[in-house]
């Protein structure tokens, strides 16, 4: 899969001031993307508030992302949850036309042992038409996914890559170890994003690349090259604002910094709420220095 090397972007769902999703704003921030240097986009993940979206807001966001893109990055769909049967079925069911991979996380709030994840993702693996990528992201799951148990997934034929959001250096250099060579270890979290790429990984699904496209992109393609003096200056002349987005959660802290772009508007759908006037003005004072 090396259409998944380099710099995704978990894409954000725009909304205009009435609460509905404002197609232009999205068309607008998917040729931001195509003409920033970003490699592929990722639809209807955690940064697009696809839990608060209906089916048919879904198949709109689908239809204007692939419109815009015009086949010209690949895609991948988030597809995951907490209830195996209905992950299973929606794979089974839904029109994944045009789309390279899935996009999958581990079950949040039930909180399944390692054997259920594995068991999980062994029903997934099954059932899905597309490789599949695995999302660990612990801080939104309440459990994290051990080396031990991504290995075993990595021997399934159609697993291809990891998303690694646990925040562990050490542990995503473990994965890196010991799964099989041809088995993307992708950081999820933007901070330790060139670093995990340096120690063998396959780059990064990021929050903030999608505001900060060129530069972010450009650190990464250093970091698969070998180059660390250059992909760590541009690593810290970031890293601030990667600490800012977060403040306030995701993705109130990138929407604010996309509306200070002209991409979209900061509107988020409760229970998220917009950034605060201090982070805004933060964010506004990051940008006008930002050379």
């Known amino acids: 899969m090396q259409e998944l090397i380099g710099t995704g972007v978990a894409l954000v769902t725009p909304f205009n001031a009435q609460g509905t999703v404002d197609h232009p704003a999205l068309a607008r921030i998917v040729n931001y993307q195509v003409e920033n240097g970003i490699d592929y986009l990722v639809v209807l993940g955690t940064t697009g508030e696809s839990v608060t979206l209906s089916k048919q ?23 995951g949850g907490n209830d195996t049967a209905v992950v299973v079925n929606e794979l089974k069911t839904a029109d994944i036309t045009g ?25 997934v693996s099954e059932a899905s038409p597309l490789p599949i990528i695995l999302y660990n992201v612990p801080g939104r799951t309440s459990s994290n996914m051990s080396v031990e148990t991504v290995v075993r997934l990595a ?50 699904i990021s929050v903030i690349g999608q505001a900060m496209s060129q530069d972010f992109s450009d650190m990464i393609r250093y970091a698969l090259n070998g180059d660390v003096d250059e992909s760590y200056e541009v690593h810290y002349k970031m890293a601030s604002v990667i600490d800012m987005i977060f403040e306030q959660g995701n993705p109130a802290g990138i ?37």
């Open 155 to 204: 021997a399934f034929e159609n697993v291809v890559a990891i998303k690694e959001a646990a925040g562990d250096l050490v542990q995503a250099m473990k994965m890196i170890q010991y799964t099989p060579k041809d088995f993307l270890v992708i950081s999820g979290d933007d901070m330790i994003a060139n670093a995990m790429t340096l120690a063998g990984g396959a780059g990064v």
């Open 255 to 291: 929407k604010a910094l996309l509306q200070h772009l002209e991409l979209c508007s900061d509107e988020v759908r409760l229970p998220l709420v917009k950034a605060d006037a201090d982070l805004q003005n933060r964010l506004n004072t990051f940008l006008k220095q930002y050379e």
């Open 99 to 123: 789309f390279d991979a899935i996009l999958s996380v581990s079950p949040s709030y039930n909180k399944p042992t390692q054997e259920g994840i594995y068991q999980h993702f062994k029903a």
């Open 57 to 79: 807001e879904k198949k709109e966001v689908i239809h204007t992302i692939q419109q815009a893109n015009d086949g010209r990055l690949p895609l991948v769909i988030g597809i």
